[in-house]
């Protein structure tokens, strides 16, 4: 009996999707300079909040203000996740 001839079908290749179009189209020039200010913004709150003795920024947060600064810099970190 012969063989039967064997076809070879084409790759498929999936069109390109309109996300990631999107995707390469965002600018996120955005995100560094938030993400560096916010890490300021905290540093300079925990700073002053111990340099003016508990006094500043809020005095009636009381140590509070450290976590107030270590939010801040969560923040950043957050941030940094959108760079790319």
Partial sequence: MPKSRIRKKDD???PPSRQAQAIRL???SWVAPVMLALF?????WIVVF????TQMP???LGNW???VGFGFIAAGFG????WK
């Fill in 58 to 60: 809020i005095e009636s």
């Fill in 65 to 67: 203000n450290i976590v």
């Fill in 50 to 53: 111990y340099v003016t003795d």
């Fill in 79 to 82: 941030v940094s996740t959108q």
């Fill in 40 to 44: 300021f913004i905290g540093l300079a």
């Fill in 12 to 14: 498929y290749t999936p």
């Fill in 26 to 28: 965002t600018n996120r």
